[in-house]
Structures are given as C-alpha cells and as structure tokens.
C-alpha cells in the first residue's frame, strides 16, 4: 500500500514562499504521475500541478509563474515550491499520486495546510 505523507505547510504572509514536501512509500515511485492539489473551504479540490514519471509538467493557470513543482524519484519525493503567495491560495493541499500503468490507482495524502494572511 502506497502512504503520502505531506509535509511544510504553515502560514506565510502575501508574497512570501513556502515549500511544501510528499513523501511516498514504496518502490513504484516511479511509474506514478504525482501531483498537488488543493482544497478552500466551500469550494471544490482543484488541481494546482502535476509531474509525470518521465518529467512532464503542467500547472493550473492561477500559479503559473509563482509555483513550482519537481520530482526526486530516488528518494521517493515530490515537492511544490509556492513564491509570490496570495491569500487566495489559502487551502488543504493534497498530494496525489496516480498510476500510469493499469491499473489506475490513486493514492492521497491527507493535507497540509497553507494559511496566506497578514
């Protein structure tokens, strides 16, 4: 069974930057597109980047420019490097990881959450 664990949420000031970190178990790390998620309140989860296993990557339209997203597969982490923080990117944010290959499993951590606020 594969475990997301997020990691280095908190709260950050408008402009500022945070880092936030998914560790996966296992050893199929690898075969596995990996993506960030996230989730406000009262609203609907919403992709914010995904990075395939061969290193594709696509962000939603509101974080392109300020959010990164990378990949070390030999440590099994995917990590999302958030710069230029606004307040409407306060929410849960949720590591996913989906399979590549059939079949199609989904995994997700259980959040972390990033408070944007002065």
């Known amino acids: 069974q594969v475990q997301l664990v997020e990691s280095g949420g908190g709260l950050v000031q408008p402009g500022g930057s945070l880092k936030l970190s998914c560790a996966a178990s296992?050893?199929?790390?690898?075969?596995?597109?990996m993506g960030w998620y996230r989730q406000a309140p009262g609203k609907e989860r919403e992709l914010v980047a995904t990075?395939?296993?061969?290193?594709?990557?696509n962000f939603a339209d509101s974080v392109k420019g300020r959010f990164t997203i990378s990949r070390d597969n030999a440590k099994n982490t995917v990590y999302l490097q958030m710069n230029s923080l606004k307040p409407e990117d306060t929410a849960v944010y949720y590591c996913n990881a989906d399979r590549e290959k059939f079949p199609r499993i989904k995994y997700w951590g259980q959040g972390t959450q990033v408070t944007v606020s002065s």
């Open positions: 990075i395939t296993s061969g290193g594709e990557r």
């Open positions: 296992g050893s199929i790390f690898s075969i596995y597109t």
